[in-house]
């Protein structure tokens, strides 16, 4: 139970980051929502309460609009459609309705042999913004790189690294994000959960696809951070129930063991893991020496993290001072926290520890998305680093983006208001799993893990592969605690060369430094045609 409650306090942990501060602001991807206002306990008026009546069922609605863009010294014609679909029971009533944002190549002859991308963040509570306009849209907001970005007006340009060349993509808002709602009966609780998540999103998948055509193409998901966890589920979900197979599944600052990332009395996996990301981050801000070449420093810190710093936490209390000093000298130099600090500690620095004391000197707090971001510490003896100065860096050119560019050029939303962060009460609890040991669903009990549905989906079927884009300065989802889940889901040894992982000098959205945002487009794009032709 300790582990479990701490597991879901470290959920909304990946929630405040930013939000602590100024409300109204949403979530990036790794966040979810504030959370809800508590119920008023029954009293002597709860007899009179009614409830509120059923939202009225919409008709769909879409915008479509022609364009054309210059990718790699080729003009690229494509379609926008901007359009919602009603999403619906057992029953056949209508219950949800979900936008989304499709791009379509239209100078394509046979469409069977063109791959088709479902895109989305995660939160749990999050729009597609980020991904939308920030990463693989076929436009983009220009931002300021590891800095606030100033006001507007804000420039929107053509997104050279937009995936539209090699894929048709749908960017998908899930209910309650966006211009999705539920609607007639549907409420939150339809949705809101890792299995309801995904079962709506698995029913507007196969409509998609039944509607425009697209069983025979190739298929993929890419998704960020929650959106990652909500990826495991989906494929498991579409391959196993509507008999849908996928050519591949892209993870973006992925988590999909929450344990993980729980700093918890009694729980030290956690430390281990952040430990290279904690290296990382010290040497970008010169609070150690720069190495010369960092993939090479940080293979030094994973191997002390899993070796000498792990036994140390495993003594416990037994640890004997001389070998406790060694640690502690070594864990200073890999973090450039004071020995004392460290020793105060008892060599376990928790995240928004790590965030206040690195750059405390300086009267800055460090970002947790994106490390290489600090903001003003209004509290210099705090002990705990409060919100996400990465968050408020960006986070109002990436509404004021999403608003403008929907109604303005794709014309479509009208008076309604695009939720970029919903204030969703999210339900942890996994359907029971069916069919034994990896089957999906279920998880542990310590804390919210989908990597069963992962490791199943690449069992039953066998072509699937998977790739992982990781940040090195992202401290919302480390870069360790990935390889470490990777390690452990329990594939056949044939099976796990079918997940890469690939590496950027950046956080969360790495796609936020330029150079990054290339090599992610030109990794991903080399993973869809790799696996688009596997015969």
Same mark, same amino acid.
Not at 223 to 228: I, M
């Given at each position: 139970?300790?582990? !479990?409650?701490?597991?879901?306090?470290?959920?909304?942990?990946?929630?405040?980051?930013?939000?602590?501060?100024?409300?109204?602001?949403?979530?990036?991807?790794?966040?979810?929502?504030?959370?809800?206002?508590?119920?008023?306990?029954?009293?002597?008026?709860?007899?009179?309460?009614?409830?509120?009546?059923?939202?009225?069922?919409?008709?769909?609605?879409?915008?479509?609009?022609?364009?054309?863009?210059?990718?790699?010294?080729?003009?690229?014609?494509?379609?926008?459609?901007?359009?919602?679909? *009603?999403?619906?029971?057992?029953?056949?009533?209508?219950?949800?309705?979900?936008?989304?944002?499709?791009?379509?190549?239209?100078?394509?002859?046979?469409?069977?042999?063109?791959?088709?991308?479902?895109?989305?963040?995660?939160?749990?509570?999050? =729009?597609?913004?980020?991904?939308?306009?920030?990463?693989?849209?076929?436009?983009?907001?220009?931002?300021?790189?590891?800095?606030?970005?100033?006001?507007?007006?804000?420039?929107?340009?053509?997104?050279?690294?937009?995936?539209?060349?090699?894929?048709?993509?749908?960017?998908?808002?899930?209910?309650?994000?966006?211009?999705?709602?539920?609607?007639?009966?549907?409420?939150?609780?339809?949705? #809101?959960?890792?299995?309801?998540?995904?079962?709506?999103?698995?029913?507007?998948?196969?409509?998609?696809?039944?509607?425009?055509?697209? #069983?025979?193409?190739?298929?993929?998901?890419?998704?960020?951070?929650?959106?990652?966890?909500?990826?495991?589920?989906?494929?498991?979900? *579409?391959?196993?129930?509507?008999?849908?197979?996928?050519?591949?599944?892209?993870?973006?600052?992925?988590?999909?063991?929450?344990?993980? *990332? =729980?700093?918890?009395?009694?729980?030290?996996?956690?430390?281990?893991?952040?430990?290279?990301?904690?290296?990382?981050?010290?040497?970008?801000?010169?609070?150690?020496?720069?190495?010369?070449?960092?993939?090479?420093?940080?293979?030094?810190?994973?191997?002390?993290?899993?070796?000498?710093? =792990?036994?140390?936490?495993?003594?416990?209390?037994?640890?004997?001072?001389?070998?406790?000093?060694?640690?502690?000298?070594?864990?200073?130099?890999?973090?450039?926290?004071?020995?004392?600090?460290?020793?105060?500690?008892?060599?376990?620095? =928790? *995240?928004?520890?790590?965030?206040?004391?690195?750059?405390?000197?300086?009267?800055?707090? !460090?970002?947790?998305?994106?490390?290489?971001?600090?903001?003003?510490?209004?509290?210099?003896?705090?002990?705990?680093?409060?919100?996400?100065?990465?968050?408020?860096?960006?986070?109002?050119?990436? !509404?004021?983006?999403?608003?403008?560019?929907?109604?303005?050029?794709?014309?479509?939303?009208?008076?309604?208001?695009?939720?970029?962060?919903?204030?969703?009460?999210?339900?942890?609890?996994?359907?029971?799993?069916?069919?034994?040991?990896?089957?999906?669903?279920?998880?542990?009990?310590?804390?919210?893990?989908?990597?069963?549905?992962?490791?199943?989906?690449?069992?039953?079927?066998?072509?699937?592969?998977?790739?992982?884009?990781?940040?090195?300065?992202?401290?919302?989802?480390?870069?360790?605690?990935?390889?470490? !889940?990777?390690?452990?889901?329990?594939?056949?040894?044939?099976?796990?060369?079918?997940?890469?992982?690939?590496?950027?000098?950046?956080?969360?959205?790495?796609?936020?430094?330029?150079?990054?945002?290339?090599?992610?487009?030109?990794n991903i794009a080399r993973f869809i045609g790799a696996t688009t032709h596997l015969r």
């Amino acid at each position: 139970m300790r582990r !479990t409650l701490a597991a879901l306090a470290m959920l909304a942990g990946l929630a405040a980051a930013a939000h602590a501060q100024r409300p109204g602001r949403p979530p990036l991807p790794g966040q979810a929502p504030p959370a809800a206002q508590a119920a008023q306990p029954a009293g002597a008026d709860s007899a009179v309460r009614h409830e509120a009546p059923p939202a009225a069922v919409p008709r769909e609605e879409s915008s479509v609009t022609e364009h054309t863009i210059r990718i790699g010294g080729q003009t690229v014609p494509y379609r926008a459609t901007a359009a919602t679909i *009603l999403l619906r029971n057992d029953k056949g009533e209508a219950i949800g309705s979900l936008y989304y944002t499709a791009y379509t190549r239209t100078d394509v002859a046979d469409r069977s042999q063109r791959p088709l991308a479902f895109i989305y963040n995660g939160g749990p509570g999050s =729009a597609s913004m980020w991904v939308h306009m920030g990463a693989f849209g076929p436009r983009r907001i220009v931002t300021t790189d590891a800095a606030p970005t100033p006001p507007p007006p804000y420039q929107l340009v053509d997104n050279a690294n937009s995936l539209i060349d090699v894929t048709d993509m749908v960017f998908i808002d899930p209910i309650g994000t966006g211009f999705s709602k539920p609607v007639g009966t549907g409420t939150g609780k339809d949705f #809101w959960g890792v299995d309801e998540d995904a079962a709506s999103l698995a029913q507007f998948v196969r409509l998609y696809v039944s509607r425009t055509g697209r #069983w025979n193409s190739p298929k993929f998901l890419i998704g960020e951070s929650y959106g990652t966890t909500r990826s495991a589920v989906l494929v498991n979900r *579409l391959q196993s129930r509507e008999g849908m197979d996928f050519n591949g599944v892209v993870l973006i600052s992925s988590v999909l063991d929450f344990e993980t *990332l =729980a700093f918890a009395p009694g729980h030290d996996i956690s430390y281990v893991l952040y430990l290279p990301s904690y290296a990382a981050t010290a040497a970008y801000h010169h609070a150690i020496p720069q190495p010369r070449d960092l993939p090479a420093f940080l293979d030094s810190v994973r191997h002390f993290a899993m070796g000498e710093y =792990a036994a140390a936490l495993d003594k416990g209390s037994s640890l004997g001072a001389d070998e406790r000093a060694a640690v502690v000298h070594r864990l200073a130099a890999y973090t450039g926290l004071g020995e004392e600090y460290l020793t105060r500690a008892n060599l376990r620095v =928790a *995240l928004r520890q790590f965030m206040a004391e690195l750059n405390r000197a300086h009267g800055m707090n !460090t970002g947790r998305l994106d490390a290489r971001f600090t903001g003003p510490m209004l509290d210099l003896l705090t002990e705990n680093g409060e919100g996400d100065p990465q968050s408020l860096a960006v986070s109002g050119a990436y !509404t004021a983006a999403i608003n403008s560019y929907l109604r303005d050029e794709l014309r479509f939303g009208g008076d309604e208001r695009y939720v970029a962060s919903g204030g969703v009460q999210w339900s942890w609890v996994r359907e029971p799993a069916q069919g034994g040991r990896g089957s999906g669903g279920g998880g542990r009990m310590g804390s919210p893990y989908v990597g069963s549905d992962l490791a199943q989906a690449l069992v039953s079927n066998p072509n699937l592969r998977v790739e992982v884009e990781n940040g090195y300065y992202d401290l919302a989802t480390p870069f360790f605690a990935t390889e470490y !889940t990777m390690d452990h889901l329990g594939l056949p040894a044939e099976l796990r060369s079918h997940i890469a992982l690939r590496y950027y000098e950046a956080g969360h959205m790495m796609y936020l430094r330029e150079p990054d945002l290339a090599a992610l487009k030109a990794n991903i794009a080399r993973f869809i045609g790799a696996t688009t032709h596997l015969r």
